[in-house]
């Protein structure tokens, strides 16, 4: 059973910033596609960043801020973000495709984990 755990969240002052964990405990992770998504109060969710064996990915919003990487071998995904803004203020997911090709979408993705909080105060 694959299982998705994040960390990393936290509150932080805008123009600062974090590095979000996604730790994995599949075997599939190296031809996965994984992707980070957020959600804001109210809102629906998001996608942010994807990784897979044909690049990373971003979303306009996070394009230039963001940067998503990952390692194989200690199977973990990470996504550090730079310069955030009060709008970036969300629970982040993580979540992992069987299909090594990444999408926006997030009815694609199969697995997820339970998230963790980013809040940016301005």
């Known amino acids: 059973q694959v299982q998705l755990v994040e960390s990393g969240g936290g509150l932080v002052q805008a123009g600062g910033s974090l590095r979000l964990s996604c730790a994995s405990t599949?075997?599939?992770?190296?031809?996965?596609?994984m992707g980070w998504f957020r959600q804001a109060p109210g809102k629906e969710r998001e996608f942010v960043a994807g990784?897979?064996?044909?690049?990373?990915y971003y979303a306009d919003s996070v394009k230039g801020r963001f940067t998503i990487s990952r390692d194989t071998v200690k199977n973990t995904v990470y996504l550090q973000t730079n310069s955030l803004k009060p709008e970036d203020t969300a629970v982040y997911y993580c979540?992992?495709?069987?299909?090594?090709?990444?999408?926006?979408?997030?009815?694609?993705?199969?697995?997820w984990g339970q998230g963790t909080q980013v809040t940016v105060s301005s």
């Open positions: 979540a992992a495709r069987n299909n090594g090709y990444v999408t926006s979408f997030d009815y694609d993705y199969n697995y």
């Open positions: 599949g075997r599939f992770f190296s031809s996965s596609a």
């Open positions: 990784i897979s064996w044909s690049g990373a």
